[in-house]
Structure formats: structure tokens, C-alpha cells
């Protein structure tokens, strides 16, 4: 099994593409140790030490550093993780998979609503994907979009402007009631 990395916009973290999938659907986000007790992959990963955070998409692993750790130091070990659970045969996830995606949305505006998503879905999440994240709905109110930013897009240095030149401008440009585009903690 070769496992192949690539950097991120956020240096804190790395991508792992170990050439199989990783989740059939959807992402599965574990920004912690006691998060990633869900999964036998995230509980390997997290053991190496130094792990801040997992992030799986349908066929990369992102994982975010400690801030004091030196990727040099920590990257053989989950590199030697990953390839251990996957010659273990064990699943990647226990039980049922974790509900990921957008927060639904009650209330008016449930065009604009549906019309955001649809924007996140078909132009951001493909985007932010290829950077080894992701970003979902969390709410709308009063013109001001919330969103969720997961693996290699929370915390990352260039999050903001991805989110105000980025998200905001082609949401703004396409639904004239978005006026603001906000990002909320986990």
C-alpha cells in the first residue's frame, strides 16, 4: 500500500490519500481524541500523539497537527497508522456513519435556504475538497449566512479570505438577499 500526502493552504495540516476510500459518503469531522472515539482509524491516528484533529472525505484523510509538533517528527506514524488500519480489515467508522453535511433549516426563507446549499454543493465543497476540507450550512438569518469549516479549512490561516472573497462574493452574486457570510465554531 503507498500512501501519497499533499500540503494544505493551512500548514497545520496534511492530507493522506491512501488510494482506497474512505468514506463511501459524505465527510466525518473529529476535531478531537474523545471525537474521534467513533472511529478505529481516528483512535490509530490520534494514538501517534501530537494529533489536534481527523478529517475524512470519500477517499483522503486530512489530519491537523499540534502547534508545537514538527511534521518530520509525526508523519511516519500516521502514515504507519493508516496503512495498519487498513491491513486490519477493520471498518472505518463504528456503527452507523456520522451524520455530515448541512444543518436543516426550519423557518422562511427555505428557498434562499435550499439555493445556498445548492451553491455549497455544486461550487465550495468540490473546491474546498481538493484542499482537504470542507464547509456546510449551519444557519441564515437576517442576510447573514453561517457556515461550518472542517479538516484542513478550520483554523486555516487563508479561512477568512475564502470566506469573505470567496464564499461571500459568489453567494452575494447569485442571491441578492445573502449579505454577509459568517463561520461558526464547531
Known amino acids: 500500500m503507498f500512501i501519497q500526502t499533499e500540503s494544505t493552504p493551512n500548514p497545520a495540516t496534511l492530507k493522506f490519500l491512501p488510494g482506497q476510500t474512505v468514506l463511501e459518503m459524505g465527510t466525518a469531522d473529529f476535531p478531537s481524541r474523545e471525537a474521534g472515539d467513533a472511529s478505529p482509524l481516528a483512535r490509530r491516528i490520534f494514538a501517534t500523539g501530537d494529533v489536534a484533529g481527523v478529517f475524512f472525505g470519500n477517499d483522503f484523510v486530512t489530519v491537523t497537527k499540534v502547534e508545537s509538533a514538527d511534521w518530520d517528527h509525526i508523519k511516519p506514524a500516521i ?25 436543516e433549516h426550519t423557518g422562511e426563507h427555505g428557498d434562499i435556504v435550499a439555493q445556498i446549499k445548492e451553491l455549497l454543493d455544486t461550487r465550495v465543497r468540490p473546491a474546498v475538497a481538493q484542499d482537504g476540507g470542507d464547509i456546510t450550512f449551519h444557519g441564515f438569518d437576517r442576510g447573514v449566512v453561517y457556515l461550518h469549516m472542517q479538516g484542513a479549512c478550520a483554523g486555516c490561516p487563508s479561512s477568512t479570505l475564502t470566506l469573505k472573497m470567496g464564499i461571500e462574493n459568489l453567494l452575494r452574486h447569485y442571491i441578492p438577499e445573502v449579505l454577509e457570510v459568517r463561520p461558526v465554531a464547531a
Open 79 to 103: 502514515l504507519g497508522a493508516i496503512m495498519e488500519h487498513y491491513q486490519s480489515g477493520a471498518a472505518v467508522l463504528d456503527g452507523e456513519p456520522v451524520a455530515s453535511g448541512h444543518a
